[in-house]
């Protein structure tokens, strides 16, 4: 069976600073998608990236870019320039066939 | 410019009680889901459809059921509530090439059985 595991359960950023979410996943499939959510405080499933896993190039959207390690199994996502508007719980979501298996989230503050 | 439409919102049940939750998507979408979301565990796949008149069962179908009368509406039942059932539940839809298109979900019902 696919796991997702997340193992910061919760971080903090300064304003303006790079932070890091850790995303590490178990599969023996090889065909398969990842995915990093966004939710807010107003419950909302936002998908802020996606990551094909026979791609090498690393996905990147804007602030947000990936690290894909696919022999390590780990998926991080960096968030560049952190603002208040990233305050928010992450999922990260490994996707193969027809479903979606999500880690138990991280939420991250950022502070002014 | 809808979406994926969850009815209702909030809701507060008893234990024994019983209800369903609608979900609506516009986007022709041929796979739907529906999921629950518990503190320190993520979401979690409860029951899917890939087409009309088609369920399946996902990671944590008991106490759930489902159907798909029409392509565009997915609904989850609870029978006969209990309050281990109290947990936001969210739905979502996908095309059907699902693997190369991210799920679209709804804003999310939270349920509270006392």
């Known amino acids: 069976a696919q796991t997702v595991t997340q193992s910061q359960p919760e971080m903090s950023v300064q304003e303006a600073e790079t932070v890091t979410l850790s995303c590490t996943y178990d599969?023996?499939?090889?065909?398969?998608?990842l995915f990093w959510y966004k939710q807010p405080p107003s419950r909302q499933m936002i998908l802020v990236i996606r990551?094909?896993?026979?791609?090498?190039q690393n996905a990147t959207e804007n602030r947000f870019s990936v690290n894909f390690q696919k022999a390590a199994k780990s998926f991080s996502l960096k968030i560049s320039d952190s603002q208040l508007g990233d305050t928010a719980m992450y999922f990260c979501?490994?996707?193969?066939?027809?479903?979606?298996?999500f880690g138990a989230g991280t939420i991250l503050r950022v502070k002014s | 410019n809808a979406g994926v439409t969850q009815t209702p919102k909030f809701r507060v049940l008893k234990t024994g009680q019983s209800m369903t939750l609608l979900c609506a998507q516009d986007?022709?979408?041929?796979?739907m889901y529906w999921y629950r979301q518990d503190p320190g565990m993520g979401l979690r796949l409860i029951h899917y459809?890939?087409?009309?008149?088609?369920?399946a069962k996902g990671e944590v179908p008991d106490g759930y059921n489902v159907s798909r009368l029409k392509k565009q509406n997915f609904l989850l039942g609870l029978e006969s509530a209990a309050p281990s059932q109290t947990s936001v539940y969210f739905c979502?839809?996908?095309?059907?090439?699902?693997?190369?298109?991210?799920?679209?979900f709804g804003d999310g019902t939270r349920l509270s059985i006392l």
């Open positions: 459809s890939v087409g009309e008149g088609t369920t």
């Open positions: 990551q094909e896993a026979y791609k090498q």
């Open positions: 979502a839809s996908s095309p059907l090439d699902r693997m190369s298109q991210p799920q679209h």
């Open positions: 986007m022709n979408h041929e796979y």
């Open positions: 979501a490994f996707g193969y066939g027809n479903k979606l298996v």
């Open positions: 599969t023996s499939e090889n065909n398969y998608y």
